[in-house]
């Protein structure tokens, strides 16, 4: 009797186990990588020598492609390349390193285009036949690095390198800034990004153009990014020009500057950022150098695509930039200039398109005496008509 | 249902009754050596009933009922007669703690009562003082006593031990790394895959024989042992037959029926510590090409599959339940009667087995979550921060037990069988407002309130045969063991939803809040320890001695993997209800507009985010245990263990095709080393209550599987993010090494009647490349850390304990006995020239920075205290007891980013026994815990800057009941 029962209780005792073991298991899951649309050259590995992508040509990047220092990736004009999906770890994009060059010189007729695998465009057209112009976050988006100085700090202390956001720490090609302010990280004409700013993590996330560290000798003109969910473009310390940049339906900050940019943005158009127009902060080093940005129309909300931007102007309170001829049209009420008691901050020719009596409700603080009501358009429209953002008549009126 | 029909089953087995005859049992122990004797002759006078002692030192007599004299008796030893020993029909009558002394001039006989011997604590103080290590712990017997229900609220009692979240033990205040639990002696992992320690408060008390703390170190232990070991021996043979159920619940005003709790929506098995498949990852995402708008997929594919997810992102509110527990456990010895024709031979069947569970519902309401950093000018001493979580969490934990043993013995041979299987599930839910400030460096300024809602899976599954033989005539022993584990931890669908607010609009911000996120993580593990242990007892220099020997062998094998979906909206978001409970409503999904919700996959092929390591430790050991003066005892050893990890991985480069640059480890070596640990004990009798104790070792401590990967693991709720150590920075190298210590010991030892004592010790230890997490200057944006060796450390301290009882003031008070143990601690550890001058940059006006600092994770003191009153005769126990934990530092900071503290957390907690009834078969317990209210809180430090919140957390006071009946 007792053996019995005791047997009786390890069958038991065995089946509680199974029972509890058997619950546990999941299906066994395979990696899942969008590997679609692949139509096009693909890209896989890093760009370690010179290399050139050629007219009429699409090309695929497969992950996160690097032209390695010593390396110039030459791409002739009317080129397509496109990112595959992905997000964090899975996120694709071009990213130039220090000492490498990118040599992208498009023409108004053959523009280069940075666009998603999703998009059905081919080389020589200028819209997409498929995917609408405020569908963001399909890939990463174009990173240039650089050696020119910045202003940052960590734990050291004043720095003359640190990591690009949107690339993690373990991969060391993600390092910009140095101390060569003639840097030359190639030429960027006629280049228009869309569709990417994928996500890497909260407040982590590639901008449709990235400038860290990029040196004075660097061309960058006629440069379009339209729908990008992180900013259009953020400048990362370096003296850098940017001449003819329109930004379009980009999800965060349309133009964002860090770490004490030394250069000079000039002739500009936004349309309907979903964050702020401008998000221009000051050094985060002890070094302190101050931009320009001058001669813009800035478009602040936008009813096809129901979009409205969030500060007219951000800037914080060690922000150094004079803020000269800027045309603000569209305003909605709530879209405010902030923190104009900012020292380093100069206002010059800014105008806001709201009547005269109200001026004062879009603007925290004291309105300074750049800043009027009224005016007109200061951006030169004319250069941007082989725009993706002027074919879809986004510029009539400016 | 079946449950129930098994419940009933094993409480039916139970009760059925007994022979006529009634039992003594009991166990016999050497004075000299705190060991079990076998082959001590136990005879009831008068009579011709008797038996002899098994390897165990254990004997059983059936007798009929009656009183009886008992006589303990050994050659050489003083025999030992126990009056009014009372047999009852059908029970077992103890006889514990029988402890025999060598013969002496003066005595050849002692008497003593069986109520006396009932009473004693001494057989563990006799272990413990003869005990070749230094020893602290507490028995079965003890824990009956004080009545505490898991192995957490007994370890407590034990000197030098603190208690963190109520289920991790550390040693001395040593941090996890240099902590180490076993159970039966064999390493096990623990439920948590990021700690060394095993959680201890899944243990009912009940099925332990005995916990023990080794706080110095003999070479037949695992050399991956430096501030101590803890070893929960469960019970094989319980003494008597005992079914026992019990039932509890807590009250904690703060936190239960609180409509405010959060909780969301689980599976319908939640309640059994485990999934049901409602939190699963969509068959479709496990596989390539998941259907997004731009994949190929028609737009139905794409809706089907966002559906295919669960549609719950909101936590929501919820009345909270009490905390309840319930458990069984059931044991005997069954005697099979003696071997035909060898009548000699006892053969003995013992069985233990229970079943628990328990759920804790937890609220922390006002919780804080900060990220601070200060400020580069040196006259601003202020930290600010960067972004600050504050909101309110909910929890819910399932913790279910079985635990089932078998053991065979004869005269000198015993084999015992044990299976465990822990299950646990953990739903969290959330919801915080998140400020992040622009100003500060690297940070892009938002306001966003996020929801997230958790589930954390676990189990462990573990089983152990071991043989234990003996010849007595010889003096040799062997023991061997093997015991295999396979645990899991899945954190299914860990959801993230954060509204980003903007001055016009309300929407999912990937620069700021984030975009909603799913995360699936996965963790499986196998373990196997076998070994084997040999001694020899002999002569050396005219004195007995000991020679033990063994080999062993550890097999661990890790696979991890994370799975990642990020929400994206094809075109324009447009959120007229910003509400996460709806923000996968249909009319949101693909390709409905606007918001046209589908996810993205962060999942390359191969995935860096999947990894696989397995461990290979072969060890072999001599020593030699002698008494080279009469006086003093002395254990010389050393042990060689190989060791050797791999690992299969890749970092991000190799993943996203880079083949020639990346980096790919194919079951590679990525360390192996083969040590030589010598140790050396040395003890000396001042007198027969005073020891003085010497010790030196040599140990180990060596990098986990995660620490030595290429895995990089994001935390949702708090963005940091974990590097794996294989990484190379330009100020690092990549690799990770093993940490090699020296240990001292030093202890004076005075013990006392009845279970009082004295102690002092003083320690030394000497830290050679310790490892500590480090923060990853390079990125400022996020919060990255890596695991890295940083500059040698050392540290030493001294720990007072005393047990008194009061009867010195009066002797009413014998009843009363306080207790209690202090541990200070030094410690310090050279600083990298990195984080120098790091600190140096950074240093303020007046600050004077050294090149030196405490270790992470190490307290500067412990203390546990405790008054306690015991009335074995009326069944009441009850206490006050105190436990606190010196301001740690538990994260290092340096340069911009202040380093963290936690703060002390003054555990005042009260309990009290009480049996009742005929036989004192039940029992009610009460406690309360946290009577101070205190909060747990750790804290940015920062030179004359005001401390900043990291985390806090109020835990509130709880009242807890309980009963449990034993049939």
Redesign the interface.
């Known amino acids: 009797?007792?053996k019995l029962?005791?047997l009786?209780?390890?069958a038991?005792?065995a089946?509680?186990?199974g029972v509890?073991?058997a619950?546990?298991k999941?299906?066994?899951?395979?990696?899942?990588?969008?590997?679609?649309?692949t139509s096009g050259i693909v890209v896989?590995?890093?760009i370690?020598q010179n290399t050139t992508w050629t007219t009429g040509n699409v090309y695929v990047l497969?992950?996160?492609i690097?032209v390695?220092s010593g390396a110039t990736l030459n791409i002739q004009p009317g080129v397509i390349i496109k990112g595959q999906?992905?997000?964090?770890?899975?996120?694709?994009a071009l990213l130039i390193a220090r000492g490498g060059k990118l040599m992208a010189e498009g023409t108004a007729d053959q523009p280069i285009i940075f666009t998603?695998?999703?998009d059905e465009i081919v080389p020589g057209q200028i819209e997409s036949p498929n995917l609408?112009p405020?569908?963001?976050?399909?890939w990463g988006g174009l990173i240039v690095l650089g050696n020119a100085s910045i202003s940052?700090?960590?734990?050291?202390?004043?720095?003359n390198e640190?990591?690009i956001?949107g690339i993690?720490?373990?991969?060391?090609n993600g390092?910009y800034g140095g101390n060569n302010d003639e840097d030359n990280s190639g030429v960027l004409k006629y280049i228009s990004i869309r569709h990417g700013?994928?996500?890497i993590?909260?407040?982590?996330?590639i901008n449709g153009l990235t400038l860290g560290g990029v040196g004075s000798n660097t061309i960058v003109e006629n440069i379009e990014v339209v729908a990008n969910?992180?900013?259009g473009v953020e400048w990362f310390g370096g003296t850098v020009n940017v001449k003819n940049l329109l930004v379009w339906n980009v999800?965060?900050?349309a133009i964002d500057t860090d770490q004490s940019w030394g250069g000079t943005l000039d002739n500009f158009i936004v349309v309907a950022p979903?964050?702020h127009n401008y998000?221009l902060?000051g050094p985060?080093?002890?070094f302190e150098r101050g931009h320009t940005i001058q001669n813009g129309t800035v478009v602040c909300s936008d009813t096809e695509?129901?979009?409205?931007?969030?500060?007219l102007i951000?800037v914080?309170?060690?922000s150094i930039v004079a803020l000269k001829n800027i045309y603000f049209t569209g305003i909605?009420e709530?879209?405010?200039i902030n923190r104009v008691t900012a020292a380093g901050v100069s206002f010059e020719g800014i105008e806001l398109n709201v009547p005269a009596g109200d001026l004062a409700n879009y603007v925290n603080g004291e309105v300074p005496a750049g800043v009027t009501a009224g005016g007109s358009p200061k951006a030169n429209a004319g250069v941007f008509g082989w725009t993706w953002a002027s074919n879809a008549g986004k510029l009539a009126g400016l | 249902m079946r449950k129930i029909i098994?419940l009933l089953?094993?409480l039916g087995?139970g009760l059925?009754t007994m022979a006529q005859k009634g039992k003594i049992r009991g166990t016999v122990y050497e004075e000299a050596t705190g060991e079990s004797l076998v082959g001590v002759t136990v005879f009831l006078t008068g009579t011709t009933i008797g038996t002899t002692t098994d390897l165990d030192g254990k004997f059983s007599i059936d007798a009929d009922p009656g009183s009886y004299q008992a006589q303990i008796s050994y050659i050489s030893f003083q025999t030992i007669l126990i009056n009014d020993v009372q047999v009852k029909a059908g029970e077992v009558t103890m006889l514990e703690n029988l402890v025999l002394k060598e013969v002496s001039l003066e005595l050849s006989e002692v008497v003593v009562s069986a109520e006396v011997i009932r009473r004693t604590e001494s057989a563990l103080l006799t272990i413990k003082k003869k005990s070749a290590v230094i020893l602290d712990g507490i028995s079965s017997s003890k824990i009956k006593l004080t009545g505490d229900a898991t192995a957490v609220e007994a370890a407590k009692r034990v000197t030098g031990v603190s208690v963190e979240d109520g289920k991790y033990v550390y040693v001395r205040g040593l941090g996890d790394r240099y902590s180490k639990t076993m159970l039966n002696q064999v390493d096990i992992p623990g439920l948590d895959p990021d700690r060394n320690s095993l959680q201890m408060d899944i243990f009912p008390t009940n099925l332990i024989d005995n916990i023990f703390v080794s706080k110095n170190y003999t070479a037949d232990m695992p050399a991956d042992f430096t501030g101590g070991m803890l070893n929960i021996e469960t019970k094989d043979f319980p003494e008597e037959k005992s079914i026992s159920v019990s039932l509890g619940l807590t009250y904690n005003p703060s936190m239960h029926f609180n409509s405010d709790w959060l909780t969301y929506e689980g599976g319908s098995?939640d309640m059994?510590g485990?999934d049901?498949g409602t939190r699963?990852?969509p068959?479709r995402?496990?596989?390539?090409?998941?259907p997004?708008?731009?994949?190929?997929a028609s737009d139905q594919e794409v809706f089907d599959f966002v559906t295919s997810f669960d549609s719950q992102l909101a936590a929501k509110q919820k009345t909270s339940f009490m905390d309840y527990s319930m458990g069984i456990s059931m044991g005997n010895q069954?005697d099979l009667g003696k071997k035909k024709g060898d009548p000699a031979k006892k053969r003995k069947?013992g069985?233990v087995?229970s079943?628990s569970y328990k759920t804790d519902t937890k609220f922390y309401d006002e919780v804080i979550f900060g990220e601070y950093q200060r400020y580069?000018d040196p006259n601003l001493y202020e930290m600010r921060y960067a972004t600050i979580q504050t909101g309110q969490l909910g929890e819910q934990n399932v913790l279910?037990g079985?635990l089932?043993g078998?053991a065979y013995k004869t005269d000198h041979s015993k084999i015992r069988l044990t299976?465990m299987?822990l299950?646990n599930g953990e739903s969290r839910a959330g919801k915080f407002y998140i400020v992040?400030d622009?100003?500060a460096?690297?940070?892009?300024?938002?306001r966003a309130s996020s929801d997230n809602i958790e589930y954390n899976?676990r189990?462990l599954?573990n089983g152990l045969l071991n043989g234990l033989h003996l010849w007595p005539t010889t003096g040799w022993e062997i023991d061997w063991r093997i015991s295999p584990t396979?645990s899991?931890s899945?954190d299914?669908d860990i959801r993230k939803t954060?509204f980003t607010y903007?001055?016009?609009?309300t929407?999912f911000?990937?620069?700021?809040?984030?975009?909603p996120?799913r995360i699936?993580r996965?963790l499986e593990e196998l373990n196997n320890t076998s070994k084997i242990d040999l001694s020899k007892k002999h002569e050396l220099m005219k004195r007995d001695a000991r020679l033990k020997f063994g080999l062993s062998h550890i097999y661990k094998q890790r696979d991890y993997?994370i799975?990642?979906f990020?929400m994206?909206?094809?075109?324009?978001q447009?959120w007229t209800n910003p509400d996460p409970a709806h923000v996968l409503d249909a009319e949101n999904i693909y390709p409905n507009k606007?918001n046209s919700i589908y996810y993205?996959?962060?999942?390359?092929?191969?995935?860096?985010?999947?990894y696989a390591s397995n461990i290979n430790n072969f060890a072999a050991y001599i020593s030699e245990e002698f008494n080279p003066l009469p006086k003093l005892k002395t254990i010389v050893g050393v042990r060689i263990e190989y060791y050797v990890q791999k690992h299969t991985g890749r970092?991000?480069?190799y993943?996203?095709?880079?083949?020639?640059?990346g980096k790919n480890l194919d079951n590679d070596k990525v360390l192996e080393s083969t040590d030589l640990f010598p140790s050396v004990n040395l003890i000396y009798a001042l007198s027969d209550e005073q020891n003085l104790r010497i010790s030196y070792s040599r140990t180990i401590a060596r990098p986990s599987f995660k620490e030595l990967s290429?895995a990089?693991i994001?935390d949702p709720i708090s963005?940091r993010?974990f590097?794996g150590s294989l990484?190379?920075?330009?100020g690092w190298d990549g690799n990770l090494t093993e940490t090699r210590i020296n240990n001292f010991d030093i202890r004076w030892e005075w013990y006392l009647p009845a279970g009082q004592m004295y102690s002092v010790s003083g320690f030394y230890k000497t830290f050679d490349n310790p490892i500590e997490l480090v923060?990853?200057?390079?990125?400022?944006?996020?919060t990255?850390y890596q695991p890295r060796n940083v500059g040698d450390g050392q540290l030493y301290g001294v720990e007072l304990e005393f047990r008194k009882d009061l009867s010195f003031i009066a002797i009413a008070l014998n009843k009363l006995s306080v207790n209690g143990n202090l541990t200070l601690v030094k410690s310090s550890i050279d600083m990298t020239d990195?984080e120098y001058?790091?600190r140096k940059?950074?240093e303020k006006a007046g600050e004077s920075i050294e090149n030196n600092r405490v270790m992470a994770g190490q307290s500067p003191f412990v203390v546990n205290a405790g008054i306690t009153y015991s009335d074995p005769d009326h069944g009441l126990d009850a206490g006050v007891f105190y436990n606190v934990k010196g301001t740690t530092l538990s994260i290092v900071?340096?340069?911009?980013?202040p380093d963290i503290y936690a703060d002390p957390f003054n555990s005042l907690n009260f309990s009290l026994n009480k049996r009742f009834g005929k036989d004192k078969r039940t029992m009610i317990d009460f406690k309360v815990s946290n009577l101070l209210n205190e909060k747990v809180v750790s804290h940015y430090r920062s030179y004359e800057a005001e401390d900043q919140v990291y985390s806090s957390l109020n835990p509130g006071i709880s009242v807890g009941l309980g009963v449990s009946y034993q049939f």
């Not at chain 2, 460096?441 to 938002?446: I, K, N, T």
């Open positions: 009797m007792k029962n005791l009786l209780y390890l038991m005792f089946t509680v186990i509890f073991s619950c546990s999941d299906d066994d899951d395979d990696d899942n990588n969008n590997n679609n649309n896989t590995t890093n370690s497969a992950g996160r690097t390695l999906a992905g997000t964090g770890a899975n996120a694709t998603s695998v999703a609408d405020d569908i963001d976050g399909l940052a700090s960590n734990e050291n202390g004043d720095v640190v990591q956001e993690p720490t373990s991969d060391p390092l700013g994928t996500n993590g909260s407040g982590n996330e969910q992180d900013d999800n965060d900050d979903g964050g998000e902060d985060e080093g002890s695509y129901e979009r409205s931007s969030g500060d951000n914080d309170d060690n909605e709530g879209q405010q | 098994w089953l094993i087995m059925q098995t059994l485990f049901d699963a990852l068959a995402a496990g596989k390539d090409n998941i997004t708008p731009i994949s190929g069954i069947l069985y087995f079943l580069i279910l079985a089932g078998l299976l299987h299950q992040n622009g100003e460096v690297g940070q892009s300024g938002y899976q189990s599954t396979y899991t899945n299914p954060a903007q001055p016009l609009d929407l911000s990937g620069g700021a809040g984030g975009n996120s699936w996965s993997e799975l990642f990020d994206q909206f094809f075109g324009t447009s606007p993205q996959s962060g999942n390359r092929n191969p995935n860096p985010n999947t970092d991000q480069t993943a996203s095709g880079d083949i020639i640059n290429f990089q994001i963005n993010i590097n990484f190379t920075y330009s923060r990853i200057p390079e990125q400022q944006t996020s990255e990195t001058n790091s940059t950074y900071g340096a340069g911009l980013f």
